[in-house]
């Protein structure tokens, strides 16, 4: 064949295949489960969300804004991603659709708002927002159109000043898991009833800094990061399992540096999360257990504008 027809045939092909992908329903059988990956990283220059393949293949950008763009989480139907964003100037919570197309900014108030996560069937979104003068867990309603209806306050503690944030909805439903710093100066884990905010309770009461809770797919166990090994609060932080009355915490990173913000993938066997163990943070792979972690992703060693230490951070795994 003519290299020209040859070329030719390939490129049709391409196309052929290109539009089959986008026009195909989204996989669900057991194959397709947990294929993607999305994350932060400023590689283009300022903190923007991405998304890769679960093996560290064909990263794409989906936001492309001079302000931060972060906190990416899936819909649990795998086609939206909920983020916070400063691009109309305080933080707010976004959607869009998993190709980066469709944005739209779902909070107005001026105070900061962040840290989504829907709930599993996908009604809702439960966010952090300082709104009531500090920082605390909402949820709402956020159905197409619909964005506040039912807002809800779901915790009120005091002093003003303390913080609630970084909270996971649970795949059951029943719980949002959180960090807060309500009791001294460094942050534990907590549980509060989805619902109303009720019956909450500590998980960890450590002098280190235990944070970013995640769920396990069964809803028993949870994912977090912590500094409890050595002297408190030296920031090197590892990834730990619990169970979801605390009990039972194991350590599954043993690393210098940072190892944080895990998330768990849909079928429960690996924990996608990021890591400052090779000089510069990126995005590593490890299964449910601790063993077999390898690196995802290759940053360089600067950002295009020549600021150093270019970073990919805060996997989250799509839940198809
Ligand atoms: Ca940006
Ligand atoms: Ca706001
Ligand atoms: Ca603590
Ligand atoms: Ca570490």
Redesign the pocket.
């Known amino acids: 064949m003519p290299r020209a027809t040859l070329t030719l045939v390939m490129l049709v092909s391409y196309l052929a295949l290109g539009s089959g992908n986008a026009l195909r329903p989204r996989p669900v059988s057991a194959q397709g489960l947990g294929s993607k990956i999305a994350f932060v990283s400023n590689r283009d220059g300022?903190?923007?969300i991405y998304v890769m393949d679960a093996n560290g293949a064909n990263m794409m950008r989906l936001?492309n804004?001079?302000?931060?763009?972060g906190a990416p989480t899936w819909s649990p139907d795998g086609t939206q991603i909920a983020f916070a964003s400063s691009r109309d100037g305080n933080r707010d919570i976004y959607i869009m659709n998993a190709d980066g197309s469709g944005q739209v900014r779902l909070t107005t108030h001026e105070a900061n708002d962040g840290g989504p996560s829907w709930s599993p069937d996908g009604s809702m979104i439960a966010f952090d927002s300082g709104r009531s003068g500090s920082s605390q867990v909402w949820r709402t309603n956020v159905d197409a159109g619909n964005w506040g209806s039912n807002l809800t306050q779901l915790t009120n503690d005091h002093p003003l000043g303390r913080v609630n944030n970084f909270l996971a909805w649970s795949p059951n439903g029943l719980w949002i898991a959180f960090e807060a710093d309500r009791d001294r100066d460094d942050p534990e884990i907590y549980l509060a009833n989805a619902v109303d905010g009720t019956n909450q309770q500590r998980l960890t009461f450590t002098r280190a800094l235990d944070e970013v809770p995640e769920w396990t797919p069964d809803s028993k166990q949870i994912v977090y990061s912590t500094d409890r090994d050595g002297e408190p609060q030296n920031g090197n932080y590892e990834i730990y399992i619990m169970n979801v009355d605390g009990s039972d915490k194991r350590r599954l990173t043993a690393a210098p540096g940072q190892d944080s913000n895990p998330s768990v993938s849909p079928d429960g066997t690996r924990i996608v999360f990021d890591s400052s163990r090779d000089g510069v943070t990126e995005i590593y792979v490890m299964n449910i257990d601790g063993t077999n972690q390898v690196r995802l992703t290759t940053s360089g060693s600067r950002a295009p504008d020549g600021q150093r230490g270019v970073s990919n951070s805060n996997p989250s795994w799509s839940p198809y």
């Open positions: 300022n903190p923007e936001t804004n001079r302000a931060s763009d």
